[in-house]
């Protein structure tokens, strides 16, 4: 019988990059992430010893706490966050059961230096329309929530790069971009362990409505309609951006639950 306060890991699998998702903060030890570096997705690795000091950062929201094993760090730590007003639970098995149950994992080593704040910086060119709206849903689903991304004049981006210490993106000649027929998506979810069978699905639609090829995926059309609608609609980027999160949610959940569903006229009629 599972213990209060515990998610097993196909219950957080599936919260794992929704709006709904939970804080996930890596608790283990030294000794166990340097045996396998690989984290959780979007998660943040805190030590369990200055969790009296981190607690409260967390009121009113809601963690899911891994350790290796799922064992008395975690379950220490998220006493604590219940203690500081957040709502907190266990990972059932901890690090090791969403590792065997064959869940993604990031690599740690491909990810940028996150900032004083805790925050990884991004910069692209200005006025995107879908490879740099995709690649900051993903960023901030499946890798950092707070992601800070700027946007920039195409001539001004490694300039900005190199005096901000943001990571470029979806520009020519950096590690972050099109390589052969793959665009930056695809890109990011090889370099990440990201692949997973929803996003793949959803990196052809990207692909093929970034690319030219609506031949990839009958939805790529719909999407490059909705995003140069957008870019149409919204003259700062930033709020193209948040306009556009819900369209790639919502892309991710059919992708993730809805392929097999249709719709046709008339309805059924009840027996």
């Not at 981190?54 to 290796?68: M, N, T």
């Not at 793959?182 to 639609?205: K, N, Q, S, Y």
Request: include cysteine.
């Amino acid at each position: 019988m599972p213990s209060p306060n515990t998610i097993t890991p196909s219950q957080l699998a599936r919260l794992v990059g929704t709006p709904e998702a939970p804080v996930v903060i890596d608790l283990r030890l030294p000794e166990d992430s340097g045996a396998d570096p690989r984290r959780l997705p979007a998660s943040i690795a805190l030590g369990h010893d200055a969790v009296a000091d981190w607690a409260p950062r967390f009121a009113g929201r809601h963690a899911v706490l891994v350790c290796q094993r799922g064992l008395k760090l975690s379950h220490g730590a998220a006493a604590w966050l219940r203690h500081a007003g957040a709502g907190a639970e266990v990972l059932e098995g901890g690090f090791l059961a969403w590792r065997e149950a064959g869940l993604p994992l990031l690599l740690p080593d491909r990810l940028p230096p996150r900032d004083a704040a805790g925050r990884s910086l991004w910069v692209t060119r200005a006025r995107p329309k879908i490879d740099r709206i995709a690649c900051p849903w993903l960023i901030r689903r499946f890798v950092d929530p707070g992601a800070v991304f700027l946007f920039v004049a195409a001539s001004e981006v490694a300039a900005v790069a190199e005096r901000f210490g943001a990571t470029p993106f979806d520009i020519e000649g950096v590690f972050w971009s099109h390589r052969g027929e793959a665009c930056t998506f695809d890109v990011m979810l090889e370099e990440l362990g990201l692949l997973t069978e929803p996003l793949a699905r959803l990196a052809r639609i990207v692909r093929g409505a970034d690319t030219a090829r609506p031949d990839l995926a009958p939805e790529a059309a719909g999407l490059l309609a909705i995003s140069l609608g957008l870019s149409r609609m919204l003259r700062d980027d930033l709020a193209q951006l948040d306009a556009a999160m819900p369209v790639y949610d919502a892309l991710y959940r059919w992708a993730r639950d809805a392929t097999g569903e249709t719709h046709d006229w008339p309805a059924p009629r009840a027996a």
